[in-house]
């Protein structure tokens, strides 16, 4: 298995490693099909960020009722010699998903002498971007990328790494995305690579009034209308489908049952439409569930913490308590 770290000096030259283990590429097509075929009807967000998504994530993100970003771009900013002295020198951070250049740079300039970066990402193409960028403006950094699902565990064991403390770094509250079993296995995953003295940094949304989550889903200026209506466009792009999406409308919805926002595209009237020769109806008032955003308090989350053998030895939040970040340290007696 090792051979796998190929180096390819011209495409790399920048990267002290480029490790791909392959991950097999979603198949967007038996996803689609499975997820309509269910009732109620429902899509799974990994595949909202196409280029043209990710790009509307990026407006989602400066949005006046998205807070999630901002806040947690202040609370780290506020935090950094907090976690400069809990990680020490030479830490080596490795950060799942590698989405946001901002929020790994604000954790890189707050820590003293971070030995390395790891960068792990599905896209190939992606993360050796991102991940030449970081090498670029830290010269005393060994990077290295990593191609792989981080949902099915990380595995870390072979690589040439700076042997200081790791510090996974799970910004975003991409942990809400999960469903309780699947985050509880996501976090699982984590624990499993890492050795006593590793840390996890990790940001989880808040639960709040359902206004404020409301309107951080559903924006006046229709930003995540167009970011939710873009999965099926995409359906429509990529795998010919017909779905009429001026038909289908935006819609957020918080679920006191779960603790989360749901995302939804609701018929406006009857439509029968073809993805792949398969054709599918929708009823008028019938949604397609495309996204769940869990939200969390600092009990849930140390809860689903402990069930992993993790410590949640420090959480830090805004004023308004809007955004949290928690270490989290493997627990002694797990
Ligand atoms: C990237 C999953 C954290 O749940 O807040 C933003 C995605 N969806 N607006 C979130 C999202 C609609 C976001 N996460």
């Known amino acids: 298995m090792h051979d796998r770290i190929t180096g390819r000096p011209s495409a790399h030259a920048t990267l002290a490693f480029y490790d791909d283990q392959h991950p097999p ?20 967000p990994v595949y909202f960020y196409d280029a043209k998504g990710s790009a509307i994530f990026d407006e989602i993100t400066a949005l006046p009722e998205y807070y999630v970003t901002r806040t947690e771009l202040a609370i780290l900013d506020r935090i950094g010699p907090e976690l400069a002295a809990l990680a020490g020198p030479g830490a ?14 604000k954790l890189l300039n707050a820590l003293s002498e971070p030995a390395a970066y790891v960068g792990l990402d599905i896209s190939g193409e992606h993360l050796e971007a991102a991940c030449q960028e970081i090498a670029a403006d830290y010269p005393a950094l060994q990077v290295g990328a990593i191609c792989a699902d981080f949902t099915q565990g990380l595995d870390l064991s072979h690589l040439p790494l700076e042997s200081g403390r790791r510090i996974i770094f799970f910004p975003g509250s991409t942990i809400g995305n ?3 079993n ?13 050795r006593p003295g590793d840390a996890v940094l990790i940001g989880a949304d808040r639960v709040k009034d359902p206004a404020t989550l409301v309107a951080a889903y559903a ?9 939710n209506l873009n999965l099926v466009e995409r359906i429509n792009r990529e795998l010919g489908g017909t779905i009429d999406a001026g038909a289908l409308s935006h819609e957020a919805v918080w679920n006191p049952d779960f603790n ?10 009857d439509q029968q439409f073809d993805v792949a020769g398969r054709t599918f109806q929708l009823r008028e008032g019938e949604s397609i569930h495309t996204e769940n955003s869990h939200k969390f308090t600092p009990d849930s989350f140390t809860s689903l913490a402990k069930s ?18 928690h270490w989290l340290e493997p627990s002694a007696k797990a």
């Open 25 to 44: 590429a979603g198949d967007f097509l038996a996803d689609v099909l499975d997820g309509f075929s269910r009732t109620p009807k429902q899509l799974t």
């Open 308 to 325: 992993v053998g993790f410590d949640v030895l420090h959480t830090w939040s805004d004023e308004a308590e809007l955004f949290s970040l």
């Open 219 to 227: 924006d006046a200026q229709g930003v995540t209308a167009r970011f």
């Open 178 to 180: 999960f469903e309780p």
């Open 92 to 105: 080596v951070v490795i950060e799942p998903g590698s989405g946001s250049s901002v929020k790994i740079r």
């Open 182 to 194: 699947g985050a509880h296995a996501l976090l699982a995953g984590f624990r499993r690579a890492m």
């Open 260 to 269: 989360r926002i749901e995302m939804h595209l609701r018929a406006d009237a």
